[in-house]
């Protein structure tokens, strides 16, 4: 079994400044995928970052990185230069090898202020 | 990039009544699909796997009988909710993955909206 925890249900950040969202999980897989979805109010799903487990190197995507501490098993997303688009629900995700399908965490809430 | 499309976008009917859900891979080749429920803010429940030409692997508590899953190509997967009632009341969103690999991200449709009266 894996689990996926986001701790923070909700957080608010000002226009133009960065933002964390932590994300923990645990599995039994060696061989994992970890990835962070958005949720606008529009309510489609879209992807905005994936790390593969047996890479180091931290994911980038534009204003967006992951810091990722396998050890620790944490998955941590940052918005930088925070924008109103950004306004949305964010998930954090686990995809492992043997069952091919995704564990989701609880979704946290994020309000860009302008 | 890839697209999935899901309809219809709401759905309010009165109870009793059958209610199909339709979720299509529009430029991409899809073998396996999920059928998930999401309640107001909270985080998306799995529903059931749908693979293309076999039987829908259903999570555990989910009624098979009660939702009906079908694959029939590699482009379009089924919901059918059975007897709807309003506890049926939910977000119903549908995702899938290209066939290039089990390690794709899932490419999520838009979401229905259904509503039992």
């Known amino acids: 079994a894996q689990t996926v925890t986001q701790s923070q249900p909700e957080m608010s950040v000002q226009e133009a400044e960065t933002v964390t969202l932590s994300c923990t999980y645990d599995t039994s897989e060696n061989n994992y995928y970890l990835f962070w979805y958005k949720q606008p109010p529009s309510r489609q799903m879209i992807l905005v970052i994936r790390?593969?487990?047996?890479?180091?190197q931290n994911a980038t995507e534009n204003r967006f990185s992951v810091n990722f501490q396998k050890a620790a098993k944490s998955f941590s997303l940052k918005i930088s230069d925070s924008q109103l688009g950004d306004t949305a629900m964010y998930f954090c995700?686990?995809?492992?090898?043997?069952?091919?399908?995704?564990?989701f965490g609880d979704g946290t809430t994020l309000t860009v202020k302008p | 990039g890839a697209v999935v499309s899901q309809h219809p976008s709401r759905v309010i009917c009165k109870s009793g009544t059958s209610v199909k859900i339709e979720c299509r891979s529009l430029d991409f080749q899809a073998t396996t699909m999920f059928w998930y429920r999401q309640f107001p803010k909270q985080s998306l429940m799995l529903m059931a796997t749908?693979?293309?030409?076999?039987?829908?692997?259903?999570e555990q508590g989910v009624e098979k009988d009660k939702f009906l899953i079908n694959h029939a190509s590699l482009t379009l997967s089924t919901l059918t909710v059975t007897s709807a009632h309003p506890e049926d009341s939910s977000f119903y969103i549908c995702?899938?993955?290209?066939?290039?690999?089990?390690?794709?991200?899932?490419?999520f449709g838009d979401g229905t909206r259904l509503s039992i009266l």
């Open positions: 995702s899938a993955r290209d066939r290039g690999g089990w390690n794709q991200p899932q490419h």
């Open positions: 790390q593969e487990a047996y890479k180091q």
């Open positions: 995700a686990i995809l492992n090898t043997n069952a091919g399908k995704s564990t």
């Open positions: 749908s693979n293309e030409g076999s039987k829908a692997t259903y």
